[in-house]
C-alpha cells in the first residue's frame, strides 16, 4: 500500500485546525457542510492562509470517521480491563413514529486518584430494529471494532 503524499503547506496548525473544526461541529450537531467556511474562520484566525484543499464536506465526514473509531477503539481497552460490564437499552419512537433503541455500556473502572472501581455508563450505539423481537435487536457489526 503507498502512503499519501500531503503538500508541503498541509502543516501540524493546518491539521489541528480541521479536526478541532470538524470536533466543534459535530460535538454541537451543525451541519457538515459548514466545514469549509468554518475552517476559513480558523485559520484566518491564526493569521494563516484560506485553504485551497482538504477543506470539502468529504474530508469532514473522513475526520468525522476518524475520531469516531480512534474513540470506540478507546472504549474497547477500557472495557477489556472491567471485571464485569452490563448493556442497557432505552426505547423511544420519533415524530415519524421509527422505533429507536439507545444502548449505553456500563461497566467498572479503576480510579487512578482513589484506587476504587468507579461505574460508568457510555453511549454504545443508536439502532432502528425492524421489530420489536429480539431477533431484530442488532448492534452494528463494526461498534465496538
Given amino acids: 500500500m503507498s502512503r499519501s503524499v500531503l503538500p508541503a503547506s498541509f502543516d501540524n496548525a493546518a491539521i489541528w485546525s480541521r479536526i478541532r473544526c470538524v470536533w466543534f461541529l459535530v ?7 459548514k466545514f469549509g467556511s468554518m475552517l476559513d474562520f480558523e485559520l484566518d484566525a491564526q493569521g ?6 482538504y477543506r470539502d464536506d468529504k474530508t469532514a465526514w473522513e475526520i468525522a470517521v476518524i475520531l ?34 439507545i444502548l449505553y455500556i456500563k ?8 484506587g476504587e472501581l468507579e461505574t460508568i455508563v457510555e453511549y454504545l450505539d443508536l439502532i432502528s430494529p425492524r421489530s ?3 431477533e431484530d435487536l442488532t ?7
Fill in 27 to 33: 460535538k454541537e450537531d451543525i451541519a457538515i457542510y
Fill in 48 to 53: 494563516l492562509t484560506a485553504p485551497k484543499n
Fill in 68 to 101: 469516531a473509531k480512534y474513540f470506540r477503539r478507546l472504549l474497547k481497552e477500557r472495557l477489556q480491563k472491567s471485571p464485569y460490564f452490563g448493556i442497557m437499552v432505552d426505547e423511544t419512537t420519533d415524530n415519524s413514529v421509527n422505533q429507536q433503541l
Fill in 107 to 114: 461497566f467498572l473502572e479503576l480510579n487512578s486518584d482513589s
Fill in 132 to 134: 420489536g423481537g429480539a
Fill in 139 to 145: 448492534v452494528h457489526e463494526n461498534s465496538l471494532r
